[in-house]
C-alpha cells in the first residue's frame, strides 16, 4: 500500500521522557517551528524541561537552515501517554533501555497514538524490530529508529527501519530533522550499531586488542589520534567516560550477533580493568584504561588536555585579570544611580573553574584593562555611567587592588574602551593607548597619565555610531596601531584601521593622512590584539550570527582572508593570546571565559557565572 505523509498541521511531536536527551529532542522541534508534547510521570522534570525549552529555543535556532520560525512550535508536558500521543504525528520515545518496557510502551503507543502517527525509538542498542512482539501489522509500517546523540553540539540523528516500515518515510522524517537544524542519516537495513556506532565499535575494538598486546598505550594512541585528526575528541578518554562496564557489554552485542572472537578484546577489559573495579570516570580512586591521577573527575572540560595531561604537554592557565561590567543580574544600581554607586569589578582567576577574587569593586563601568607584574601595577578603563557628563576614566592601582589611582578623568574621557600598554624599546617610553567610544577618538598617554594626546579625532560625537573606537592593538614591529570601528549594533558595518604609531610632520589626530582600512563589513568587532611576527590580526565580534558573536582573524598584508576560528560566543569582548600554548582566552558579556584551542577552534569553559565581561588580560611571567 502507498504510504502518505500524515498531515502536521497544529498536531504535535510527543516526546516520552523529558530527561536530558528528551528535553533537548523537544527544544529541536520548538526551534524548528513544531508543536511538542512531553510526557514525563515526574512533576520535576516536566518543569525542569519546559524551563530548558523556554531558555534554549532561540540558541537552538541558530543551527536551523532557515533562521528563527516565523513562530516558534508550542510545548507542553504531561503525565499519563494517551493525553500525550493522543493527537500525535509522531512519537519519539526514550524509555529506559529494557527491551520488555519497549515493547510494552510500543503497544501503549500503538493502542492510543493516531493510526498515521509515526512511532520512532530512541534505542541505541536495540533494533525496533525487535519492539514489535504488541504491535498491529498496519502500525509494524510506521515504525523505526530515530537515534539522537547530544544535541545542542552534537546534530546527528540515525534513523533506521524496524524491517517492515514504509521506505517514504525517511526522506520525509529526515526533511523535518533538517528543518529543525539537525544532521540525519539513514540506515537502508536493519543493522545493531547503526551506522556510526558500528564505525566506533571497531575503533574501540582495534584499540583494545592494541592495548592487550602491549603494542602501545592510551595516552599515546589519544595523543596520535588528537594530532591526525586536529580533534580534542579522543577513544581512550571517551571510554573512559563511558566507562569500561558499558563498552564491554555493548561489545558483547557484536561478538554474539557476529560470532567474533573476545579474547583480546572483553575479555581482556574484563579480567584487566573491570573486575578490579576499574571502570574510568566513575571509579576515579581505581582509574580505567588511564591510571587513577589522570583520569579527570566528571566531566572532563577538554579531553584533549587530559590527554596531553597524560602525555605531558599540559596546557596551562595563566592568571587571568577581567573585569565585570557590572550589568549582569545583580546589578541594582544601574542606570538609577548612575555616576555614583556603580557594580562593575576587576576579578583575578588563577584556577579553570574555581571562584575567581574580587581586587577592585564599585567601578562605573570598566571596560579595557592590562597589566605590568614588573611594576606590579594594573591599569583600566571605566566607560563611566553618564555618556553625556564625559565621566569616563582611566585608573590604576597595584595588582592586588590596593593604591587606586585616577590618572585621567574630569571630562576629559567620555567612554573610554580596550587599553593596551606598550614598552616602546625605540623611544624608551611606556605608554598606554586607548580608544574613547562616544568620544570618537584614539588616545595614548604615560602610565601616570601625563602627555595624554589625542591619535585620531573622528568627527562627529555620541550619536555618530560609525565614528566610535573601540578595540585597540599595537603594532610595534611595524610601528602601526590597530583600532575598531564597530559601527551600529548587527549592521555590518564595522571596520578596522591602522596608522602609524609616529605622527607624520605636520599632521594631527583631525587631519592625518595615514589613516588606512584595513578589514571593512565587519558585522560588529571589538576588541584586537595583533601578533606581530606573522602580521596576524586576532579580534572578537560582537554582530549577528553567524558571522558574528565571533572570534576572527586575518593576515594584515597580502592575501587578507578572514578566518573565523570560533563561534557561538554570547556577545564576546575581551580577548588575550596564549599562542604559545595555542590558545586564545576570550569572555563574553553572557558570564563565561574561554580557552580557544587555536588549531581546533575548541572552546572550553575556564569560567561561568551570572556576570557580564568585558575587558579580560592574563599575567605574564614578571
Ligand atoms: C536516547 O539515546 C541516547 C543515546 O544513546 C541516550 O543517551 C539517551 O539516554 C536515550 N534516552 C533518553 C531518555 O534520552
Ligand atoms: C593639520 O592641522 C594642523 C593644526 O590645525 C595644521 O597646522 C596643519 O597644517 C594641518 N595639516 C594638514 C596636512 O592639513
Known sequence: MVWSAPHIGSRPVAILGGGVLGRRIACSFVAGGFNVHIRDPFPQAREDAIKYIDENKEFYTSFCPNGKPAQYGTYTASEDIETTVKDAWLVIEAVPEKIELKIDTFEELDKYAPKDCILGSNSSSFRSGLMLDKVSDERKKLVCNVHYTMPPMVRTVELMTDGYTHQEIFPFLSDVLRQCGMLPATARKESTGFIFNRLWAAVKREILTILAEGVSDAAEIDALWAHMFQTSVVPCQMMDQVGLDTVAFIEDN???????????????????????????????????????????????????????????????????????????????????????????????????????????????????????????????????????????????????????????????????????????????????????????????????????????????GVGDLLHWCVGITVDLKERKFYWTQKGPAKSNLGRIFRANIDFLPGETASNRSDIEVVFDKLPEPID??????????????????????????????GEKEVRILARRFHEPIGLKLDLARKQIFVCDLGGSIYAVDVETGKKTVVHRDDGSYTGLVTLPAA
Not at 573476545?262 to 573495579?277: A, K, P
Not at 575567581?356 to 570598566?366: D, I, M, N, R
Request: glycine letters at 10%; one cysteine or more; proline letters at 8%.
Open 254 to 460: 557484536y561478538i554474539n550477533e557476529r560470532k567474533l572472537d573476545g579474547s583480546l578484546t572483553v575479555d581482556w577489559l574484563r579480567s584487566n580493568y573491570i573486575t578490579q573495579g576499574k571502570l574510568g570516570l566513575k571509579t576515579p580512586e581505581q582509574g580505567g584504561i588511564y591510571p587513577p591521577s589522570t583520569v579527570a573527575v566528571n566531566p572532563p572540560l577538554n579531553p584533549a588536555a587530559a590527554a596531553q595531561a597524560a602525555a605531558g604537554t599540559e596546557k596551562q592557565m595563566p592568571p587571568i585579570f577581567f573585569l565585570d561590567v557590572g550589568l549582569g543580574s545583580n546589578s541594582p544600581s544601574y542606570p538609577s544611580l548612575a555616576g555614583l554607586t556603580t557594580n562593575g569589578k576587576i576579578l583575578r582567576l588563577d584556577e579553570p573553574n574555581q571562584p575567581p577574587k574580587a581586587l577592585v569593586t564599585g567601578l562605573p563601568l570598566p571596560d579595557g584593562i592590562d597589566v605590568d607584574p614588573s611594576a606590579n601595577r594594573m591599569y583600566w578603563t571605566n566607560m563611566g555611567a553618564d555618556v553625556t557628563a564625559k565621566d569616563g576614566s582611566l585608573m590604576s592601582s597595584t595588582l592586588d587592588g590596593s593604591d587606586k589611582k585616577v590618572l585621567l578623568g574630569d571630562g576629559v574621557l567620555t567612554t573610554p574602551k580596550q587599553l593596551v600598554l606598550i614598552k616602546d624599546q625605540q623611544t624608551g617610553t611606556e605608554k598606554l593607548y586607548f580608544c574613547d567610544r562616544e568620544g570618537c577618538s584614539v588616545h595614548r598617554c604615560n602610565v601616570d597619565g601625563s602627555e595624554h594626546e589625542v591619535l585620531v579625532q573622528n568627527p562627529g
Open 528 to 557: 584586537l590584539e595583533i601578533e606581530a611576527e606573522t602580521g596576524v590580526l586576532y579580534w572578537t565580534d560582537r554582530g549577528e550570527h553567524p558571522r558574528g558573536c565571533s572570534l576572527n582573524c586575518a593576515r594584515v598584508e
